[in-house]
């Protein structure tokens, strides 16, 4: 007797778990966006001694770090989603794999 091929209840479990995968990763990238820092009037204490030079470093640090957030939103976002559309595709391929054994119509 021949192995049986997984069917789509497999390749649903492997979804499912990816999807898991890209939610997690979405998180943790929520986590360093939080995470990133920004000077701002407080912290500048230590530049008060050379003005001009601080202000070009905050600027240039503020910058960097604007860019990175506005990144890390985006791929935040785009993790978010695709791991639901993911978790939906899973879940109709179980509904269809399940419907064709009983002989049914999706």
């Known amino acids: 007797m021949a192995p049986q091929t997984p069917g789509y209840e497999v390749a649903a479990g492997h979804l499912e778990k990816f999807a898991g995968t890209a939610g997690d990763a979405g998180t943790e990238v929520q986590g360093a966006l939080d995470g990133t820092p920004r ?9 008060a001694g050379v003005p001009l030079v601080g202000l070009l470093f905050v ?16 791929l935040r976002e785009t993790l978010a989603s695709d791991s639901e559309r993911l978790v939906r595709v899973a879940a109709t391929y179980v509904q269809v794999e399940r419907a064709n054994a009983a002989g049914g119509k999706p």
């Open 59 to 74: 600027n240039r640090l503020n910058a960097v770090a604007d860019t990175w957030a506005a990144g890390a939103r985006v």
């Open 39 to 47: 000077f701002e009037g407080w912290n500048l204490a230590p530049l």
